[in-house]
Antibody, heavy 119, light 106 residues
């Protein structure tokens, strides 16, 4: 069974950079799947942020592309997300997930991590 | 942008009964439609993809149907573990999620 686990800070200050890591187990991150970051503000809908392939190929949601970077570390079987210039509207549950097919079908998800932006 | 509309917003059903959830797309998404279940404090869980294919480990009491613009998720004989929020999502043209249907115990 594929298992994903997010790690990172639960609180960041406005204007700071958020760094999250997703550790993947039960599947090689070098298998033929993309890996994604998705977020959900409390009580609101789901927003896809970005996806990455083990080769390093990436694609981003244009709404956040200027502030976001995703990377992959195949030696550690993990991938990461950085979001610059965090603002209150970035407060959300952040999930990592595996992309089953195409670009936007997500079959395995991490449990999520709540990131609050506050001074 | 394809808008996904779910109905009803809240559905009250007794354990053991059948639940029928609807999802309508503002334009055809072919069969590129998924259903997710989300419980409080948990990540969404993929139930159905391709409109009618159950994901790995999903019980047979969950079934999906439809194509084009109208889709249905049916849960036969509801169990206590099934009370949650259900989202539909199209992945035919970019992506979009419905606003969710909360399935609550009657």
């Amino acid at each position: 069974q594929v298992h994903l686990q997010e790690s990172g800070p639960g609180l960041v200050k406005p204007s700071e950079t958020l760094s999250l890591t997703c550790n993947v187990s039960g599947s090689s991150i070098s298998s033929p799947y993309y890996w994604a970051w998705i977020r959900q503000p409390p009580g609101k809908g789901l927003e896809w942020i970005a996806s990455i392939y083990h080769s390093g190929n990436t694609y981003y949601n244009p709404s956040v592309e200027s502030r976001v970077t995703v990377s992959v570390d195949t030696s550690k079987n993990q991938f990461s997300l950085k979001v610059n210039s965090m603002i209150a509207a970035d407060t959300a549950f952040y999930y990592c997930a595996r992309v089953r097919a195409g670009r936007f079908l997500f079959d395995f998800w991490g449990q999520g991590i709540l990131v609050t932006v506050s001074s | 942008e394809i808008v996904m509309t779910q109905s009803p917003a809240t559905l009250s059903v007794s354990p053991g009964e059948r639940a029928t959830l609807s999802c309508r797309a503002s334009q055809s998404v072919s069969s590129n439609l998924a259903w997710y279940q989300q419980k409080p404090g948990q990540a969404p869980r993929l139930l159905i993809y391709g409109a009618s294919t159950r994901a790995t480990g999903i019980p047979a009491r969950f079934s999906g149907s439809g194509s084009g613009t109208d889709f249905t998720l049916t849960i036969s004989s509801l169990q206590s573990d099934d009370f949650a929020v259900y989202y539909c999502q199209q992945y035919n043209n970019w992506y979009s999620f419905g606003q969710g249907t909360k399935l609550e115990i009657k």
